[in-house]
């Protein structure tokens, strides 16, 4: 995760798959660390001792801190981490929703000002257009903002598997057979 200027909207997300010794443990763990940051859980299914999977939402300031602490409970086996930058998009609704406001007002002023009834009609129709897109553009600005504020981090937990003694006769001659053939990748 490289430092981004600070004037940047970013919305990250991560995505963890773990083998942990202790699923139940693992899972909390995870309320607790979503409960040190005042972070939420989303989602959360569970298979029994298994496996559980969990969809956590974690503030952004305390992103990189999270997924340490994530990461220290087992064995990493797949990581993906990603970070969208929603600056140009933000401004780009803000722009058009300032210019929006304007007009609605502009709108209202000659509506206040309209006399046939004709006119009324034809300005209350675009009046409610333009509002119906103010409304979206507001509604779009807090996706984002909430989105950039709160970053998603998704959990798959499994099991470690716990080899018997057969399991470590193969797991060694497997070991062995692949060294014949491959000493180092």
Known sequence: MADV???RMLIWTARLDMQVGNVS????????????HKGLIETQFDNGEKAASLTIRIPAKAFRDAITGLEAMG???YRNIAGEDVTEEYVDVEARLKNKIVLRDRL????????KVEDILSIETQL???QGDIESMEARIRSLKGQVDM????LNFRRK????PVGYVLHGLKWGIGKLFVIRE
């Open 128 to 130: 409610n257009r333009v």
């Open 108 to 115: 209202q002023k000659l509506l206040d000002q309209a006399k």
């Open 151 to 154: 970053a998603t981090i998704m």
């Open 161 to 164: 598997p716990v080899l018997g």
């Open 25 to 36: 443990n693992a899972v909390n763990e995870v309320v607790a660390l979503v409960g040190k």
């Open 5 to 7: 200027r600070a004037d």
């Open 75 to 77: 064995k990493v086996t």
